[in-house]
């Protein structure tokens, strides 16, 4: 495959789609073929919409993401298109296994089965502790929920070399760094 899967990791309200659409406008500026997309993309309303137990979240989500690669993103790939995901795998980890407590076990095999295979080449991790309170069941946890959750993030950012922290702040300095990484990737 040609193309390059880019994931875009963080608490809700970091700033990850306004950076995604920015990085979008910059690399069709410069010719270079992209696309974006978001996770959960097929169950979506199902699962932000539902109070499921932590376990069945997991299998969702990994279902949703199944599809997705299936149908969105391995295509796209295939194409040759850089793939902008706003949330991957990383997600996974952070938000069921450090956040609610699920064996990292499973949350990494899932992870396995549900990519088939397909990995991001980078992770942009938007760092940023203070998560945005509002809209679906999962912006509506307590602070400490965040807070383990933010630590998931910590900790594949230490596991992971190709998992790149970025401090969420003003959106412009942002976008800079993260044009930076990309570009820094793109060439390798």
């Known amino acids: 495959m040609s193309g390059k899967l880019i994931a875009f990791e963080g608490l809700d309200g970091t700033g990850k789609t306004t950076q995604i659409q ?75 296994c450090f956040g ?5 076990q499973h949350c990494f095999a899932l992870n396995k089965i549900a990519c088939r295979g397909i990995y991001p080449s980078l992770s942009i991790w938007l760092d940023s502790q203070h998560a945005h309170k509002s809209g679906d069941r999962f912006e509506q946890q307590p602070s400490d929920f965040f807070r383990r959750v933010h630590n998931g993030y910590r900790y594949l950012e230490f596991r992971d070399l190709k998992f790149v922290g970025v401090v969420a702040g003003d959106i412009e300095i942002t976008a800079n760094a993260i044009a930076q990484i990309v570009e820094d990737a793109l060439e390798e």
């Open 22 to 96: 920015i990085l979008e406008k910059r690399l069709r500026d410069r010719g270079i073929p992209c696309m974006s997309t978001c996770e959960p993309r097929f169950f979506r309303p199902l699962i932000l919409n539902h109070n499921f137990d932590p376990s069945v979240d997991l299998l969702l989500f990994g279902a949703d993401r199944a599809l997705h690669v299936e149908r969105v993103i391995r295509p796209a790939l295939e194409q040759g298109l850089i793939v902008l995901c706003d949330r991957y795998a990383a997600s996974t980890i952070a938000y069921q």
């Open 100 to 104: 609610h407590g699920l064996p990292i």
